[in-house]
Structure formats: C-alpha cells, structure tokens
C-alpha cells in the first residue's frame, strides 16, 4: 500500500512538472506568434496634410483601432465622436466646411473590414454613423479606406495610401461622397 502511494505521488509529481514546462512553452510559442500580425488593438496618431488651395484640415488626432481575426475591425478617435460638436464653440467633426456644408456633427464607433495583402501590409475598409450636432438626427457616414504596413509593434500609412469621404445621406449605398482626403497616421500596439 505504501509502495502504491509512493508511486502514484512520484506519479502525480512526474505529470505536473511536465505540465507546467509545457504550459510554459505554450505561453513562450503563443507570444511568439500573438503578435505576428495586424491582430489586436493599436493607438495611432493621424494627421491630414496640409493642401494649398483647400480649406485648412482637421487638426490632429488620437485614433484606437481593432483588427479583429476574422476580418473586422472596430474604432474609435478624438475627433469625430459622440462628443465632437461644442455648440459653445460652433465647431463640429473638426471640420469648419465640407463642399460648401457647415459640419455642426457628432460620429459613433467605427465599424469595417480588412484583408492581407502582404507579409506586412493589409487594405481596409471602415464607415461611422455621423449625426447633426444639434438634433442628433443621422445625416450620413464617414468612410475611410486604406493600406496600412506594419510589423510586430508599430503601424504606419501614407497620405497617399487612404481616403477619407464625409457621406451625406442616411442611404449608404446611395449617400453624395465628399472627398476630405488622406491622411498620415502612425502608432503603436497596446499591450
């Protein structure tokens, strides 16, 4: 009986010493390859480009984004948010004018999609809710589109490379795009 007891405890010693080291590698190998990709949560700062001849561009920005592993993404910025528009001020989604149209609006969260396109670039897509400042009634979207570059813990994109468009009209499919421009954006993974 004691020899029985002695070896399931050797026993019982043996697994969990074995569990433990691979529980261990397990964590080593899943840091690895948790951030190998554009997965995750990020904080980037974005700036439009100044144009001559076009109205001056929103200021600069804090913008979180998501990138979920099936191919969606969240976000969320300082800019154009439930809180944008200041009556007080007269200022809403950071722009005075779009097309000639005073901007006195609020945006929701940020919904899209993405796709790889390389070891480290990927394209995506994101559109947001904007509602009148005043009334809250929704009067169109903001829609962004891109290519991004990244590595394991930064993430970056030219001006160039994206597109931002107010969307007047309640109807997605059938809003007036008014084109803002691109933007640079750069940022880090939050960890």
Known sequence: MINTFKKLSAM???????ASGAAIADSKHSDRYMFAGPVGAWVLTVEFPVVDGAPPPPPAFTETLTFHALGTLSESNTLLNENSYNPALGQGCGFNSVGGLELNCNGGEGTGTWR????NSLTFIAVKFVY???????VGYLRVSGKLRFDRDSIRQASADSLTEILIGTD???AIAIPLGGANASG???R
Do not use: F, Q, Y
């Open 132 to 138: 009148d400042g005043v009334t809250n009634a929704h």
């Open 12 to 18: 019982l010693i043996c697994l969990s010493l074995a």
């Open 172 to 174: 997605l499919e059938s």
């Open 188 to 190: 880090v993974r939050i």
């Open 116 to 119: 790889r396109t390389g070891r």
